[in-house]
C-alpha cells in the first residue's frame, strides 16, 4: 500500500459510512481466526527453510520490537538492510543472533533495500517486512504458510481498508487498473508494495531479483509468467503507517514513486502483450454499448 494512501485513509475515515467500518471489523474478525487457527498448527509447520529480509531507516524505536516477533519464527535468516539510518538501529539490531546486516551509509529506498538483501538469501521462502512497522508472529505466520503450501507470492490482503472507488487516490486506482489489465481482478488494489508479503524461491528466480527494486513490475512479471499469487491474510498496515515527511500530502515523492513504478510495470506488460494490454479493441460506440448493456 502507498504511504500516500494510509495518510489519505487516516484522514478521510470519519467520512465512510458505518458499513463499511463494519465491513472492516468482520474482516479483522475473520482474519484473527485464520491467524488463530495457523498458529494452532504450531510454528514448526513448515516443510520448507524460510527467511525475512527487512528494510530499516531510523527506526531504533520498533525494529527490536519487531525482531523479537520474527525471532518467534522458524526461520533461519533475518536479513537487515539498513539504509541512510543515523539513530542507533545499528546497535539495535546486532543483538539478534540471526542477523545479517547490510548497511548502507545512503538512503536507498526499502524496494532497493528489499532486493539487495534477496541476493544474501538462500532459503525457499522469503518473508518480507518494514522496520517501523511492528507485527506480531501470530500475523506474519500465514505467509510463510501459503508459500510454504504452493504460493509464489503471498500479497498482504488490505482491502478492507480500502475505500469505495470514488474516495480512491490516484495511486490506489493504479495498483487496480494494473491487476485488471493482468486479468486479475481478484486481487483488487493489493500489491507487492504493500508489506509483508513473501516470496517462493521459484519466483525469485523467474521474475528476477533485480526486478523487485520496482514492485508492481514484479507483480506483473509473476502473474504474466504463470506464478501463483494470491492475497492470503490482512494486516492492517494502512492505519500503522509511519508518517514521513516524504509521505505527506496529495502530492509527495513517495506518490510520484509509485505511480512510476507502475508505469515501468504496464511498459512490461505492454513488451510481452501488446499495447492494448490485452484490453479489447472496441470503438467507442461498442464500448457505450456494451457499458449500457444494449
Excluded at 20 to 28: G, P, S, V
Excluded at 151 to 172: E, M
Aim: hydrophobic letters at 45%; charged letters at 25%; glycine letters at 4%.
Amino acid at each position: 500500500m502507498a504511504d500516500k494512501s494510509r495518510i489519505e485513509l487516516r484522514r478521510r475515515t470519519r467520512y465512510i459510512k458505518r458499513h463499511w467500518h463494519q465491513h472492516k471489523d468482520e474482516a479483522q474478525l475473520l482474519n484473527n481466526l485464520r491467524a488463530n487457527e495457523n498458529m494452532n498448527e504450531g510454528l514448526s509447520v513448515l516443510t520448507h527453510s524460510a527467511s525475512v529480509v527487512i528494510s530499516v531507516c531510523n527506526e531504533d524505536k520498533t525494529i527490536g520490537l519487531l525482531l523479537q516477533e520474527l525471532e518467534k519464527l522458524p526461520i533461519s535468516q533475518i536479513v537487515i538492510v539498513l539504509n541512510g539510518c543515523t539513530d542507533q538501529s545499528f546497535q539495535v539490531v546486532r543483538k539478534s543472533s540471526k542477523a545479517i546486516i547490510i548497511h548502507y551509509p545512503d538512503r536507498i529506498g526499502h524496494d532497493v533495500g528489499r532486493a539487495a538483501g534477496t541476493k544474501l538469501t538462500n532459503t525457499d521462502i522469503v518473508l518480507y517486512v518494514d522496520g517501523d512497522i511492528v507485527i506480531n508472529a501470530r500475523e506474519l505466520m500465514p505467509f510463510l504458510i501459503a508459500v510454504d503450501q504452493g504460493v509464489d507470492v503471498a500479497l498482504n490482503d488490505i482491502s478492507a481498508w480500502v475505500p469505495p472507488f470514488y474516495r480512491q487516490d490516484s495511486v490506489t486506482r493504479c495498483k487496480i487498473f494494473l491487476n485488471r489489465v493482468l486479468n486479475r481482478d481478484d486481487l483488487k488494489a493489493n500489491s507487492l508494495t504493500a508489506v509483508p508479503h513473501a516470496l517462493s524461491r521459484r519466483a525469485i528466480q523467474m521474475v528476477g531479483v533485480t526486478s523487485l527494486i520496482v514492485p508492481p513490475k514484479a507483480q506483473a512479471l509473476a502473474i504474466m509468467k504463470g506464478l501463483k499469487v494470491a492475497c492470503v491474510h490482512r494486516v492492517d498496515v494502512v492505519n500503522h503507517n509511519r508518517v514521513r515527511a516524504r509521505n505527506i500530502g496529495l502530492d509527495n515523492e513517495v506518490t510520484h514513486l509509485i505511480m512510476g513504478d507502475h508505469m515501468e510495470a504496464l511498459s512490461a506488460v505492454m513488451e510481452m502483450t501488446g499495447v492494448r494490454l490485452q484490453l479489447p479493441n472496441e470503438s467507442r460506440s461498442q464500448l457505450a454499448m456494451r457499458r449500457n448493456l444494449i
